[in-house]
């Protein structure tokens, strides 16, 4: 067999293998339809040639050449159009006339050669050892059409090699240099040798060798086919990514390469979205999920409740994960999205919580009509001496045993009150009833009763308050021997209707004359020592002392002044700049809230902030500050000072409130600030109660772009891992820890920010005083700090000055 034709034959094939395989990989991909289209237009050419230099006489041989005429004619459309497809050059070829004008001089030329009869005439065959050799005619007419083609093909071919040489030279990923460099290598050599054989030689009439341009192009043709596999050249398919198992899901998933584009949707996601597989793949994902930021901010560690367009242009709620999928390099090659309709599950959350309303409407009656009935209960004891419960007499006995003890003619005689109640009694009630709680005031009543009477005298005030009257025991340490009496008698355990009952108490101890002289004052004074016990946690007793009963009163004071603070604008904001090491550059602002009272002064918030919690007054001055902090941020940026955002502490109370969320929206909207110029800041105790409604609250925030911080973090436990579930943006550790740097203690610090960063948590120390602690911060890469070293809380025109002086510095220099 001739060694020319058996090569032929083979390039047939080679192509033909090649292109199968490559359009097998994936059908839908319109790269490989391409690449399938130059296979065959080689493989109809080397075949035509096959047939041609084994042709009997120059007649038939002429016949094979021009029939293959329509290959050669075509195919160096097809390999730019290959090239435009690989090399994401989609401009050249993004709409239908621009693809006719690509393939225009390939149809012209094969008209030429295939129709016109004097092109025959361009070319003499003449017999070698290997087969028919073509010769130019340069005395033809028509020869004219060789210099056209010749020219088609020399622009055809360097446009192909510049767009590959750009390619290679402008991408970033490794994966795309190496296919370019492989292509583009194999490529231009073989357009220089292919010229030479077969369009140089015959034109100087020195051909000895039928044409093999089409054999040497079996080399590049099988690098390509090499690159897309050894390269991952085609991106993404159903195979390399084993999507095909998941075509069935009810769950959408959509597959996007690296421009955002839709590669590959399943049938879950067609039919929720009523496109059709052709309209939607090949769309950008903006087409179904306008808010491509959000969906770049998710960066698919969550999954998050967004909402996407159907075809109808109709919202659907659904709940979506969304994947960065990289190639073997490193370089980002695509990403999967993957979502459910959560319609059904919104509808029935509302159900849900139209019920919880209901049954909140129930409760407030429930607790309504308990209070209508303790309030029955008093009215009726207030009749009489005695408590119809227990037997035990009640406040009017007690005020007039003290108004008999007063007018004696002892007037060594004197007394205390001890004041106490039940921790917890309301829960026994909620669960085990009131029978339960009534049997367990009266097992109470009889253990207080086995106190000394011959100087105790005890009385039930009303539900679980019970005061002891001791007379002639004005020693400290007797009263409080008679305290612990008490605490030890209430803790031992109590058994009501077979069941064992735990509870705990808190005395609070008044001593007449020093209390005060009317009774009132005195149990009063008893009422405000067992207050403060009570903050001291259980089974815990406090004497009232003058001291601690002027503290007690002071804050009363500060209580009913606290009112009408906001309504005087007592009240003021100052704000400490939150710096970045790294840059040198101030990143934010603390809102703090001062009380500039008239006759005390500034009042730093720790002395207020619990009363208003208590009283339930920090949700209006929570707004204030809210509200001032966000207005005083857009003057900075409508003065083109800063844009930065703005941190607020928030309450607990207030993310209880269930409007906050859009009262915060509201007072955003209403001053013009974008959400993501604003941080709301929870305290780390709030989230550890792990409420579900504050949980909720949260991701509304987050759902709003409106940034949440963690404050004081780490002075209680919490597991990394619920942290992580959490809806926060940023962790800022309590500046205890940061006082331990002084002491050579970095070790809990140094792991907290660590796994901190491994959580991807922004991470911010706060109280940094010193420069051992800056340093300290910077060399463990926590570059976020707030503290005295660097700015002091301060006023917002001294904050302006600052920024204002720091603007005309950056433009000096």
């Not at 094939?13 to 990989?25: D, K, S």
């Not at 919580?353 to 207030?382: C, D, G, P």
């Not at 106190?451 to 004005?474: I, K, Y």
Request: some cysteine; charged content about 20%; proline content about 3%.
């Amino acid at each position: 067999m001739n060694i020319l034709l058996f090569l032929y034959l083979f390039s047939t094939f080679t192509f033909l293998t090649i292109g199968i395989l490559a359009y097998q990989m994936d059908r839908q991909n319109k790269t490989n339809k391409v690449f399938l289209w130059n296979c065959f237009a080689l493989a109809w050419w080397a075949f035509m040639y096959s047939l041609m230099v084994s042709a009997p006489n120059s007649q038939l041989a002429a016949l094979y050449r021009s029939i293959s005429s329509f290959a050669w004619c075509i195919l160096y459309c097809c390999l730019l159009h290959f090239v435009f497809m690989v090399s994401k050059s989609y401009h050249f070829i993004d709409q239908w006339w621009k693809v006719y004008l690509l393939y225009m001089p390939g149809i012209v030329c094969s008209f030429v050669y295939l129709v016109l009869p004097n092109t025959q005439e361009n070319f003499v065959l003449s017999e070698s050892g290997l087969g028919w050799v073509y010769i130019s005619n340069a005395k033809s007419s028509s020869v004219i059409f060789d210099r056209c083609f010749d020219t088609y093909c020399f622009i055809y071919l360097l446009f192909t090699i510049l767009v590959l040489y750009r390619w290679r030279k402008n991408t970033k990923i490794k994966r795309e240099k190496k296919q370019a460099t492989v292509i583009l290598g194999s490529m231009s050599i073989i357009a220089l040798l292919g010229f030479c054989t077969d369009l140089i030689l015959p034109q100087i009439q020195s051909a000895v060798l039928p044409p093999v341009s089409v054999i040497l192009t079996t080399v590049p043709m099988i690098a390509i086919f090499f690159a897309m596999n050894r390269y991952n050249f085609l991106n993404l398919s159903p195979q390399n990514l084993a999507l095909e198992f998941v075509s069935i899901m009810n769950e959408g998933l959509i597959v996007l390469n690296e421009e955002y584009q839709i590669l590959q949707i399943n049938r879950g996601a067609l039919e929720m979205l009523q496109y059709s597989e052709a309209e939607i793949k090949g769309n950008f994902i903006t087409k179904i999920l306008p808010d491509i930021g959000n969906l770049r901010h998710i960066l698919t560690q969550y999954s998050v409740k967004t909402y996407l367009k159907n075809k109808q242009n109709k919202s659907i709620p659904v709940l979506l994960s969304y994947s960065i999928l990289y190639d073997q390099f490193g370089d980002r090659s695509g990403a999967v999205m993957i979502f459910q309709d959560i319609s059904e599950m919104n509808k029935i959350q509302e159900n849900l919580e139209e019920k919880v309303s209901e049954l909140e409407k129930t409760n407030i009656a429930l607790n309504n009509e308990i209070i209508m009935r303790k309030e029955a209960e008093q009215r009726i004891a207030a009749l009489a001496y005695y408590d119809p419960l227990t037997g035990l007499p009640n406040r009017r006995y007690l005020s007039e045993k003290v108004n008999q003890i007063k007018m004696s003619k002892d007037k060594k005689q004197s007394y205390a009150i001890l004041s106490l109640d039940l921790d917890k009694f309301k829960n026994i009630n909620d669960t085990l009833g009131h029978q339960a709680g009534d049997e367990l005031l009266k097992k109470v009543a009889e253990r207080l009763l086995t106190l000394d009477p011959e100087v105790n005298t005890v009385a039930r005030m009303g539900g679980d308050e019970f005061l002891v009257l001791s007379q002639n025991v004005s020693d400290r340490k007797d009263l409080e021997a008679i305290a612990r009496q008490i605490i030890a008698m209430i803790h031992e355990p109590f058994f009501i209707f077979n069941q064992q009952i735990n509870i705990t108490t808190s005395v609070g101890i008044s001593i007449y004359p020093d209390a005060g002289e009317e009774i009132a004052e005195v149990m009063k004074s008893a009422d405000i020592a067992l207050y403060k016990a009570k903050e001291l946690g259980k089974n815990k007793y406090v004497i009232c002392t003058p001291s601690l009963k002027k503290r007690i009163v002071e804050e009363r004071t500060l209580t009913d002044q606290l009112h009408c603070a906001l309504e005087k604008k007592e009240f003021e904001i100052l704000y400490q700049p939150e710096i970045n090491t790294a840059t040198n550059t101030i990143i934010g602002f603390e809102a703090l809230l001062r009380w500039n009272h008239p006759t005390l002064g500034q009042i730093e918030p720790s002395k207020f902030l619990q009363i208003a919690e208590k009283t339930g007054q920090i949700i209006q001055i929570g707004e204030w500050v809210l509200y001032t902090a966000c207005k005083q941020n857009k003057i900075w940026q409508d003065k083109g000072l800063i844009t930065v955002p703005v941190s607020v502490n928030l309450s607990e109370k207030q993310l209880l409130k269930k409007d906050f969320v859009a009262q915060v929206n509201h007072i955003l909207e209403e001053i013009g600030l974008e959400p993501q110029y604003l941080v709301l800041e929870i305290k780390q105790s709030a989230i550890m109660k792990e409420n579900t409604f504050i949980l909720e609250t949260l991701e509304k925030i987050k759902n709003s772009d409106i940034n949440v911080s963690i404050d004081d973090f780490g002075k209680k436990y919490t597991s990394f891992a619920y942290l992580k579930s959490l809806p926060i943006d940023r962790i800022k550790i309590a500046r205890e820890f940061l006082k331990q740097v002084d002491y050579l203690d970095t070790s809990i610090i140094q792991s907290i920010v660590k796994y901190l960063h491994i959580l991807d948590f922004d991470v911010m120390a706060t109280g940094a005083e010193t420069e051992k602690q800056i340093d300290f911060l910077k060399k463990v890469n926590c570059h976020e700090i707030q503290g005295y070293y660097y700015y002091k809380p301060m006023m917002a025109s001294e904050i302006e000055k600052i920024l204002v002086k720091s603007n005309k510095m950056e433009r000096i220099s």
